[in-house]
């Protein structure tokens, strides 16, 4: 399965602030926990997945994604 890396955003006055990184199928609308991704969310390559820090990824996600 080829995936990437989609950003979740939370609220902030100063704009668009990534508060976690899901791992998602390419074309699909949802990380590998189930959470609703938006298709146009920041993306980075999956390969990045194990330099985040562990605040900054999805813990579920990256379960799925180490169990593929």
Not at 8 to 35: N, S, T
Not at 40 to 47: E, G, K, Y
Request: hydrophobic share 35%.
């Amino acid at each position: 399965m080829e995936c990437e890396l989609r950003g979740e955003y939370k609220p902030d006055p100063h704009g668009r602030v990534i508060h976690m990184w899901h791992v998602v199928a390419f074309g699909a609308d949802q990380g590998l926990c189930g959470h609703g991704i938006s298709s146009n969310a920041d993306a980075l390559p999956v390969s990045d997945l194990d330099e985040l820090t562990s605040e900054e990824r999805c813990r579920p996600c990256w379960q799925a994604f180490h169990a593929l």
